[in-house]
């Protein structure tokens, strides 16, 4: 099958590529790489299968050839990054999602949009299902983000009920592994890039705030079963072992085998205090759930940047 994917040098987005090629299936891969590397795609450029074109999915694009799977990754997707890039992170979900739903809705294509947990924003009602409507600050400094992603599923459903495009919509809850970026302001990155420097893990606020954290091979499997399903509305795909980001640090030090301090910083405006998916749906219509654990998934992490570093 012909694959058209945007975001293709981010994290998640060139993981995706990497098993599509495996799978057998032709990848034209798209990215404007502000925050995407053509790195995350070096072993990639040498198959004949896959190309890449750096392209802002924002901006009109024609393209040769039809494809039988869209799949739209493009976004700004850590604090640090949107917060910078606003305007374009809300661009990146309403018109990227409309030009990529385009594409679709012309070939007559699947498609896949990756949304988030962010949906649920400053959550009431723990673990978060689907159906909760969530509670996000629609003018707070997150909101550039959050509203993205919301406006995205709004129109993949618009898609699907007016042109009958089939859609999916996979909510992703806070994924780690190899190619994340060390700066990008997430927990993980954050905490292994201290870690490695032998610097204080800084935590913001108190920590006693929970996150679930999902490794990289297993949301993709998720993202690849889901596109393959009939399910139109949105589905959880995230790690429901939840853990405070203080247990999250303590799990760090023992992994690096060193006393690390820790550091306390006031918390950001309006982020989450609990975060931990029900994936009851994913488990009963995809077979899905998560396999790597969180040491595992660390271990492999660390030996990546690690190998980053003496590259």
Not at 43 to 71: A, C, M, N, Y
Not at 108 to 134: I, K, M, N
Not at 147 to 161: D, G, L, P
Not at 275 to 298: F, H, M, Q, S, Y
Request: glycine letters at 8%; hydrophobic letters at 35%; a negative charge.
């Amino acid at each position: 099958m012909e694959h058209l994917v945007s975001g293709a040098a981010g994290f998640i987005g060139s993981h995706l590529c990497e098993r599509l090629l495996a799978d057998g299936h032709s990848v034209l891969g798209l990215d404007n790489l502000i925050t995407g590397s053509q790195r995350n795609l070096a072993h990639l450029v040498s198959q004949s299968r896959f190309r890449f074109i750096e392209h802002d999915v924002t901006q009109p694009l024609k393209l040769d050839g039809r494809f039988d799977h869209v799949w739209h990754l493009a976004s700004l997707a850590s604090p640090k990054e949107y917060l910078a890039h606003p305007i374009e992170t809300l661009e990146s979900g309403s018109t990227g999602t409309r030009n990529m739903l385009e594409i679709a809705r012309r070939d007559e294509a699947r498609f896949l949009v990756t949304s988030t947990s962010e949906c649920y924003g400053d959550p009431l009602q723990h673990p978060q299902v689907e159906t909760y409507w969530g509670n996000v600050n629609p003018v707070g400094i997150r909101s550039c983000y959050d509203e993205s992603k919301r406006y995205a599923e709004a129109m993949t459903m618009a898609y699907h009920r007016y042109h009958g495009v089939r859609t999916n919509i996979a909510r992703i809850f806070n994924t780690y592994g190899p190619r994340m970026a060390l700066k990008d302001g997430r927990v993980v990155p954050a905490f292994l890039d201290q870690a490695l420097q032998g610097q204080p893990l800084t935590i913001f606020g108190d920590g006693t705030q929970t996150r679930s954290f999902c490794y990289v091979s297993d949301m993709v499997d998720g993202l690849v079963r889901l596109a393959s399903s009939d399910e139109r509305y949105p589905v959880n795909l995230g790690n429901p072992v939840e853990l405070t980001i203080l247990e999250f640090a303590e799990r760090i030090r023992e992994l690096m085998g060193a006393e690390l301090p820790i550091v306390f910083e006031p918390l950001p405006q309006d982020d989450p205090q609990k975060r931990r998916p029900d994936i009851t749906k994913a488990k009963r219509l995809l077979g899905w759930e998560p396999k790597v654990n969180l040491e595992d998934g660390l271990r492999e992490t660390v030996e990546y940047f690690k190998a980053l570093a003496t590259a």
